[in-house]
Nanobody
């Protein structure tokens, strides 16, 4: 079993910044891709950014140039630096990890979510 624990959400004014963190722990052999998704009320969950084990990244068009995803493989942690935040970025942000566990099986895990609110 693997746990993903997110932190760093909160209330920020438009134009401000936040940094989200997601730490994975448990029966991890290695972690392939990690990513951040978000879901606003009434909307479907959408991909914000993803990063492979080799640090190749992918971003939603709506966040390109404002958000940066990174990871620390030694700490099994993924980060999302969010700059120039807009009210439209308000959502619950979820971490996702594609994990190869010590039992040899590949499984996908989700964090519990962290609220990001952008408002004046």
């Amino acid at each position: 079993q693997v746990q993903l624990v997110e932190s760093g959400g909160g209330l920020v004014q438009p134009g401000g910044s936040l940094r989200l963190s997601c730490a994975a722990s448990g029966s991890i052999f290695s972690i392939y891709a990690m990513g951040w998704y978000r879901q606003a009320p009434g909307n479907e969950r959408e991909l914000v950014a993803s990063i492979t084990s080799g640090s190749s990244t992918n971003y939603a068009d709506s966040v390109k140039g404002r958000f940066t995803i990174s990871r620390d493989n030694a700490k099994n942690t993924v980060y999302l630096q969010m700059n120039s935040l807009k009210p439209g970025d308000t959502a619950v942000y979820y971490c996702n990890a594609d994990v190869l566990e010590v039992d040899g099986y590949e499984r996908y895990y989700w964090g519990q979510g962290t609220q990001v609110t952008v408002s004046s």
